[in-house]
């Protein structure tokens, strides 16, 4: 395996990466993240809904997070007073932990570090015994492919975004892809935004943080094939292939999409 050096790369305070420009001298420039980029064109409502569901049962868990709120109500208002929003919002996010809210992603930030060691040819020193069967089906579904590279950084100048995809694969018919692991429990069934995820980081170039320098991923890359790799909580592991042409066009789509979104008014309206 070719291993990627690990880079540190500059963030703004909203931790989005801070990119040099492609031609010529300049300040860094905030990129969107790819990740962020991906679900743009998501319907949220689903998701709106399961988090209003979670604050719910977080403040039925922890009574203590309703007097608390109770408290910042009572000398400002929520809807226009800054230090009570800001309480409010804090409110939130312990109300939805206090219903586990972040246990799946919390799953989900370790399997991709033990899948990591794997791909780098090191044994995790420690595998809790309920996540021994899922490794063992990610060894079992990956077995034909070769890991060429791992968590490579890269810019993507069409778009204006930058982000890490997790593996650089040669796979059985002696294609090299790119590949992103999920442990969610529903990304095969939704796949648009991972499609347009990996079409991104496709259509993109490895950055040098240091000089700006961009260059190729691979020569060989396939920009029309990417991979899904699911671990599903529920156990197994299936490798899914994705349409890149299509998802790089709504890569497209949704860069608009969030320039549409920045405009000020007076971007668009003039006095009759």
């Not at 801070?18 to 998701?47: F, H, I, M």
């Not at 409110?91 to 919390?106: P, W």
Request: glycine share 8%.
């Amino acid at each position: 395996m070719t291993t990627t050096t690990t880079i540190k790369i500059p963030r703004d305070r909203w931790q989005r990466p801070l990119v040099l420009p492609l031609y010529g001298d300049g300040e860094p420039q905030p990129y969107q993240r790819v990740s962020t980029l991906a679900k743009l064109l998501d319907d949220q409502s689903a998701l709106m809904a399961w988090k209003a569901r979670k604050t719910v049962e977080g403040l039925v868990r922890r009574p203590d997070l309703l007097t608390r709120a109770a408290g910042a109500m009572a000398t400002g208002d929520p809807d226009h007073d800054w230090p009570t929003k800001k309480e409010l919002n804090a409110v939130v996010r312990e109300a939805t932990e206090a219903a586990g809210s972040s246990r799946g992603s919390s799953a989900g930030t370790g399997l991709h570090a033990l899948t990591e060691a794997i791909d780098r040819g090191t044994e995790p020193l420690f595998v809790p015994e309920a996540d021994r069967p899922r490794l063992d089906a990610y060894r079992a579904a990956m077995a034909g492919y070769e890991a060429l590279d791992v968590e490579t950084f890269i810019v993507n100048d069409f778009v204006r975004a930058a982000g890490t995809f997790d593996r650089l694969l040669m796979c059985p018919d002696g294609r090299v892809r790119i590949a992103d692991l999920k442990t969610g429990k529903s990304e095969a069934d939704y796949p648009t935004a991972t499609t347009i995820q990996i079409a991104t980081y496709a259509n993109g170039k490895r950055y040098d943080p240091a000089t700006g320098a961009r260059s190729p991923i691979h020569p060989d890359l396939d920009t029309a094939v990417g991979l899904l790799v699911h671990m599903p909580p529920s156990g197994g592991c299936s490798v899914y292939e994705l349409d890149l042409v299509e998802g790089w066009g709504a890569a497209l789509l949704a860069a608009k999409v969030r320039d549409v979104r920045a405009w000020k008014a007076d971007d668009i309206r003039r006095p009759a």
